[in-house]
Each structure stands twice: as C-alpha cells, then as structure tokens.
C-alpha cells in the first residue's frame, strides 16, 4: 500500500502538467458547438479573437504551422495573401484585423489563413442535392461531406459560427475559431453553399480569396439566380466547384474559376458533385468512384429519398480521416444537421442544429 501511494504522489505532477485542448465560449445545440456574433466588421473579429484567443493560438501552432514548415511553400503563401490582399473589402480587412487584434496575433498571419486555399489544394469533398422526383415528401436536401486534411487535430474543434453582420444577411458556417471564411454554410433566406476544390483549371493569384467570395454570397444573396449574378461579375482565384442550393429549390453547381463561371443543373431532382467539372466539354473519363457511387444510390432510392436515405449516401463515400465533418443542410427549414468529431466524420451522430436564426426572425437577442 504505501510502495502505491508512493508511486501515486509521483505521478500526481505528470497529469497536473496535462491540460485539454483549449476551446472557446460557445453555446451546445444538441452536442454541437454554436458561437453567435453579430455587429460591425471590427466588433465581429474582436470578438471572436478574444473568445477563441487560445484555441486560434493552438490550431495556428498545432495544425496550421504544419503546412509551412516546408519554407518554399511557407514562401509561396505569404506571396500569396500579399497580391490577394488588395481584393479584400474594407469590410473583410476591418473584420480580419479585428479578429487578429482579438486573438493577439499579427495580420499577416490571419490574412494567410484566409489566403492560403487559393494557393494549395486540399478541399476534396462530396456533395448532392435532392429534391422531387429524387426525394419523397417534397423535400429538398443539401448533403456535404468536408474532405480535408485534418493531421489528427481539426476534426476535433469544428463550430458553427452563426455571424449577424451590420446590413447583411445572417448566415451560419461550418468552420473552425479563426476561420471568418466559407467552405459551408447556408443563410437566413435559405441559400446554401459548399465547395469542393478542382484540380488543373485556370488559377491565378488575382481575385477575391475565395473562401470570402462565398461568405459574400451568403452576407449579400437571398436566391440562387442573386448568387449567380455574384459570382459571375466578382474577380475569381482557383478552380472550384461550388454547390448552391436557395429555399426555392434552385440549384446547381458553379463549375468555376478565373475565366469561367458556368451552371450544371439538375437532371430529375438530383445534381451531384466532387472534384471534377463535367460541362464544357462533358468529360466522362475524369472518374471519381465517389461521383459514381453518389450517382449509382440516387438512381436506386429515386422518388423514394428521405433524411436517412440521404445520410447513408454521405455514408458510402467518406474518405478515411479527410473526412472532417458531414452534414445536411435543409434549405426550406432553414436547418443543420451536423456529424463531427470523429473521423471518419460519417461515423458520427448528425445532430440536428434548429434555431440557428431566431433572433433574425423573432427579433429578440
């Protein structure tokens, strides 16, 4: 007994030195971390630096750092946010100097982490949308798997940031602290956005970085045909397939990039898409076993899918421990239903997010 509480009383300092991981100030929607913010572009970044100071501190260290320790490529992104800098809005500058004041770091380091996706990819994801005569019920679902290189730490610190920008539109986006970005996200009207990244297209280091074009799309859009038009007069980077979907039932996918900004919609309720365009010319020899098997499930389960039929579709095609995170959007109930934090994230619970606007519509904070 006492040989035990000897060895106890030793190894009492090893796990006092042992500390969680630090995490934020958010709200739990059913097991899921919610952080709302709302104000000008300045308030918003403060905000959000200072309630996530030392989670943004551990992510930059522990995930982010691990792409620039190869120093050509730590060259190429800090080239990078230098020439797209001058794309930003006053508004987006204000909100990124905000966030790094908030959060004690430097500018140049937030301006790269909404920069560097424009020069590296790594955004290889799966997404659909269904709707009548693929789906039952008059239901029109959005399903997206995130597909990104998570080095064992970014699966764990997934929030959904529900931001109420001065004059905007609300939206909410699926992101990790520091991120004021979109990769997903849907707002207030409905509209619903996601990316998944094209390899060998037309990209420059000119335009708007693009993880903030879509969040303008969101802040400034209510309709699919308004995002359209956005997209189409707004200097563009990279190579991207970008799924849009309004509360309508609109829907298509932007195969994008700095020359062109074409659609390809739906064919008998269903548009699918991952890392391939397909429009201009069709190219059927890309093969993506991911594309094919969301295809060969929407044909077998036609007229007939539902919520579950639509998350074993997510199910089918995860990508080991890319898969960051998997959710489904309902557009017309303006609702989230999210699986995070394990990985493959598909694994999980898809907890549902209800609520995400009530302050925009009952007009109570």
């Known amino acids: 007994m006492i040989r035990l509480l000897t060895c106890l009383a030793l190894a009492l300092p090893l796990f006092a030195q042992e500390k969680p991981e630090p995490f934020g100030t958010t709200d739990d929607i059913n097991g899921v971390r919610v952080f709302r913010v709302e104000g000008t572009p300045a308030e918003m970044g403060r905000q959000v630096g200072r309630n996530f100071r030392d989670e943004i501190a551990y992510l930059f260290k522990g995930y982010f750092e691990t792409y620039t320790d190869d120093p050509e490529l730590r060259d190429k992104f800090v080239e990078n946010a230098k020439r797209l800098e001058k794309y930003l809005s006053d508004d987006e500058r204000a909100e990124l100097k905000g966030l790094a004041a908030g959060a004690g770091m430097e500018f140049g380091k937030v ?45 764990k610190h997934t929030i959904v940031m529900v931001v109420r920008p001065e004059g905007k539109n609300a939206f909410a986006s699926v992101t ?39 969040r303008r799309v969101l802040e400034n859009c209510s309709t699919f045909d308004e ?70 499930l929407e044909k077998a389960w036609h007229g007939k899918i539902g919520m579950n039929e639509a998350k074993k579709m997510l199910q089918a095609v995860p990508q080991g421990d890319m898969t960051l995170q998997s959710m489904l959007f309902l557009p017309k109930e303006k609702e989230l239903y999210l699986a995070a934090g394990e990985l493959p994230a598909t694994k999980g619970k898809f907890r549902r997010v209800e609520g995400l606007f009530r302050e925009v519509e009952t007009g109570v904070k």
């Open 227 to 296: 995002a359209k038009s956005l997209l189409e007069k707004t200097d563009r980077t990279c190579g991207n397939n970008l799924m849009v979907v309004d509360a309508s039932g609109k829907c298509g996918v932007f195969e994008l990039d700095h020359k062109q900004c074409v659609v390809r919609p739906p064919a008998e309720g269903a548009v699918i898409a991952t890392n391939h365009w397909r429009l201009d010319p069709p190219n059927e020899s890309q093969t993506c076993p991911r594309w094919f098997r969301l295809n060969q």
């Open 111 to 155: 301006l790269i982490v909404h920069t560097f996706l424009d020069a590296i990819r790594l955004v290889n994801c799966s997404t659909f949308v269904l709707q009548p005569p693929a789906t039952k019920n008059e239901t029109v679902i959005f399903g997206r798997n995130l597909d990104f290189p998570g080095r064992g730490v970014a699966h």
């Open 176 to 214: 990790w602290p520091g991120m004021a970005g979109v990769l997903s996200g849907m707002n207030q009207h409905g509209l619903c956005v996601a990316v998944m990244n094209v390899y060998n297209k037309d990209d420059t280091a000119e335009g708007v970085p693009y993880v903030l074009l879509f």
